[in-house]
């Protein structure tokens, strides 16, 4: 009676994290970094731009634009998609610079390799 009373503890004891409910300490996602913020924004605003000079190419082809207006429109809408692409460029190479400055030097192999220094021998007899 003892060794069935041992196991059925040893079995709840066992089993019970399997039969609680499980609690997340925080089950948020992580927030993106102000850098990764920014990243996005500066992605936003260029799509925002090509969408916008993609709509106005459009409407110019289908002749709802006239070459007037269309001449008015597309200079400052170019630009903004131009300002938008060097920022997200500027923004590429600042990322790069600060992770070449955060990597560290790799660590030399020593010469020859560990495993290459002993050369296994017969056995002798």
């Keep these: 009676m003892l060794g069935v009373v041992l196991v059925a503890g040893v079995v709840v004891l066992v089993a019970l994290p399997f039969l609680r409910e499980p609690s997340a300490t925080d089950d948020r996602l992580d927030a ?12 936003e605003e260029r799509d925002r731009a090509l969408a916008a000079l993609k709509e106005l190419e459009f409407d110019h082809r289908t002749g709802k634009l006239d070459d007037a207006d269309y001449r008015s429109l597309v200079g400052p809408l170019r630009r903004s998609a131009a300002a938008a692409l060097r920022a997200i460029d500027e923004d590429e ?4 610079q600060m992770t070449a400055f ?4 790799p660590v030399p192999e020593p010469y020859p390799p560990p495993d290459e ?4 021998r017969p056995p002798q007899e």
């Design 102 to 105: 955060e990597t560290p030097e």
């Design 93 to 96: 190479r600042y990322r790069v």
């Design 32 to 43: 993106p970094g102000e850098a990764e913020e920014r990243r996005l924004a500066l992605v």
């Design 117 to 120: 220094i002993t050369v296994p």
